[in-house]
Structure formats: structure tokens, C-alpha cells
């Protein structure tokens, strides 16, 4: 049984930072495209949006609003992934899950990631106060 569990949320102040793990067990790592995605307060009709993006090759990818702020990294020894973020603003307000077999962004282009393909964690909230 695949499982992704998300750890490393809280409360943090405008401009602070925080990491995000996920944990993996079931799959290895180092065999998956995986990435980082999140959900806002009230835009749950909008579904998750996708935040940054790690290939199994080394390639990565980000959404242009935390492109600078934002480091997706994989330690395949711990089949842990991680978020990394910095000068966190009020609008990276969400709920932030991991995921593993995700394809680039630029191939779901149009339709968007659904957490009904792929495999997928619960969720940690992490609220940015202003």
C-alpha cells in the first residue's frame, strides 16, 4: 500500500519560512516524478494548484509565484520529499500536499492535477500571517 504523509505545517509570520516533509512508503522514491501542490482557503471548486515539480531525473519545475522563494528537493535515502519556503507572503496561505507519479506541468496544462491520479498525501495546512 502506497502512503504520502505530509509534515511541517503551522502558523507562520509574513516573510518567515518553513519546511515541508513527505514522508513515502510503498513506492521508492528515486523511481517517481513527484511534486508539491496546495489548496487555498474557499477555492476548493478550483481544485489544487500546482506549487513545484521533481523529476526523477533531476529536473524541476515551479509555479511562477513562489519561482525564488520555493525548493522542492528528494533525499532517496529517507524517500522523503521536501518543500522548502522562504519570504512567505499571506497568499501561500493553504493546504499543501505532496504527490508522486505527477506529470510536468506543461502536460496537464488546460485541465489541471486532480488528487484521482497519482498517488497523494492528506494535506498539512500552513497559515501565513500577515
Known amino acids: 500500500q502506497v502512503r504520502l504523509m505530509e509534515s511541517g505545517g503551522g502558523v507562520v509570520e509574513a516573510g518567515g519560512s518553513v519546511t515541508l516533509s513527505c514522508t513515502i512508503s510503498g513506492l521508492r522514491l528515486q523511481n517517481y516524478a513527484t511534486g508539491w501542490f496546495r489548496q487555498a482557503p474557499g477555492k476548493e471548486h478550483e481544485g489544487v494548484k500546482f506549487?513545484?515539480?521533481?523529476?526523477?531525473?533531476?529536473?524541476?519545475d515551479y509555479a511562477d509565484s513562489v519561482k525564488g522563494r520555493f525548493t522542492i528537493s528528494r533525499d532517496h535515502n529517507k524517500n522523503t520529499l521536501y518543500l522548502q519556503m522562504n519570504s512567505l507572503k499571506p497568499e501561500d496561505t493553504a493546504i499543501y500536499y505532496c504527490?508522486?507519479?505527477?506529470?510536468?506541468?506543461?502536460?496537464?496544462?488546460?485541465?489541471?492535477?486532480?488528487?484521482?491520479?497519482?498517488?497523494w498525501g492528506q494535506g498539512t495546512q500552513v497559515t501565513v500571517s500577515s
Open positions: 506549487v513545484a515539480w521533481s523529476g526523477n531525473t533531476g529536473l524541476s
Open positions: 504527490a508522486a507519479d505527477v506529470p510536468l506541468p506543461q502536460y496537464v496544462a488546460g485541465r489541471g492535477y486532480s488528487r484521482n491520479s497519482g498517488y
